[in-house]
């Protein structure tokens, strides 16, 4: 019979424990949430303010920050407290620095066991700190960092490499009665990653952080994460998301967000439904599908807005559309909620779409 699926084809979510990172939930059955990270020295506060801001306004729930230095830390009070959503402090090396972030009001700390040699010894109050704040603290584990001890026994940061670090890395706070953690277990290869998250997600019911790391540019990175969290997203795996491109954070959140809407994950603010364009093609396919989506950039009503070079799947799509233009003959039919309501000439068909599009939106908030 195969597994039960939900309603958008993906299999359930696989049940996780549920933590807190601030005001978002992360696990259980909460929404996957998306995540990115800051590219600014976190010392400058103001820029660091800056961009989250920009990530916040693209969607981004919560944000990382780099902590490397005695300044960075510093500029924590000041991040946490100004941010609109929660701040995460990422450190490696320094076992202080995980006490300024929680003494800081950060949301969240995030440990590599790789680089935390030093942490070891000092879990116990690195528990007893973040159990007093109530914050979790995020076991992120990463192939470029692997503990040596493991590289030695794997030969390499394989998958079982990966999960061994985490879990090893979860006992040491369990130990101290610590269960308040999410996972990580990042490689650059979709691969090893998936395999890795698969064996992790069936020996522990941590909520999962997702992440391809080093994924590249953000033509190769945004298809080396969309195949490597969808496949694990349909099989119900991973809580929260972080799509890492060698490009602004803001993008990374953008990805991040179509990868969740693509799967049914998340409800879909805007969608441009628009041909490929071919021989057919009575109008420029590509400008006018640029220039609805660019005038309709953060519409947050969701609206699927179809763009048919021809009449072949023309009509078809548009009429399926809350909105749609069909091509053909240099007019564009424009159809709104399956009925043709004007035909326009192919200069006025962009300005009919955006106005069509205000005039539902506010239908559709005003019902
Ligand atoms: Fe070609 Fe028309 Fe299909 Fe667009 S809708 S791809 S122009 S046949």
Redesign the pocket.
């Known amino acids: 019979l195969g597994m039960p699926t939900t309603r958008t084809g993906t299999a359930p979510r696989r049940r996780t424990r549920r933590i807190m990172v601030g005001s978002v939930p992360v696990g259980g059955d909460a929404p996957v949430s998306v995540q990115s990270m800051t590219t600014t020295l976190t010392a400058d506060v103001n820029a660091t303010l800056q961009q989250i801001a920009e990530l916040t306004a693209a969607g981004c729930q919560i944000v990382r920050v780099a902590v490397p230095s005695a300044d960075d830390a510093a500029a924590l009070p000041a991040i946490a407290k100004k941010s609109q959503i929660p701040v995460i402090a990422d450190i490696h090396f320094q076992p202080k620095y995980v006490f300024a972030a929680i003494d800081a009001g950060c949301a969240a700390v995030r440990v590599n066991p790789g680089n935390i040699k030093k942490f070891d010894d000092r879990v116990g109050e690195i528990a007893k700190a973040a159990a007093d704040a109530g914050i979790p603290i995020r076991i992120g584990v990463n192939a470029g960092s692997l503990d040596q001890r493991l590289l030695e026994k794997y030969g390499k940061a394989n998958a079982d490499a990966l999960v061994e670090s985490a879990l090893w890395e979860c006992s040491l706070f369990e130990e101290h009665g610590f269960t308040d953690l999410k996972i990580s277990v990042k490689h650059h290869d979709p691969l090893v990653m998936i395999a890795a998250y698969r064996k992790l997600s069936a020996r522990c019911d941590y909520p999962l952080h997702l992440g391809v790391t080093e994924a590249g540019p953000a033509f190769q990175g945004t298809i080396k994460s969309a195949l490597a969290f969808g496949v694990l997203l349909a099989d119900g795996i991973g809580d929260t998301i972080r799509v890492s491109l060698s490009a602004p954070p803001v993008e990374e959140v953008k990805v991040g967000i179509q990868i969740l809407e693509s799967l049914g994950l998340r409800e879909r603010s805007l969608e441009i439904v628009s041909?490929?364009?071919?021989?057919?093609?009575?109008v420029d396919?590509y400008t006018l599908a640029e220039q609805v989506t660019a005038a309709l950039d953060g519409f947050k009503v969701p609206l699927r807005v179809a763009v048919?070079?021809?009449?072949?799947?023309?009509p078809g799509?548009a009429r399926e559309a809350d909105l749609g233009v069909a091509s053909g003959n240099g007019k564009g039919q424009i159809f709104v909620k399956g009925k043709v309501v004007k035909t326009v000439p192919e200069s006025q068909i962009v300005e009919t779409l955006i106005e069509e599009a205000m005039r539902l939106a506010e239908e559709m908030e005003g019902s």
């Open positions: 041909c490929p364009s071919c021989g057919r093609a009575q396919v048919m070079g021809c009449v072949v799947n023309g799509e």
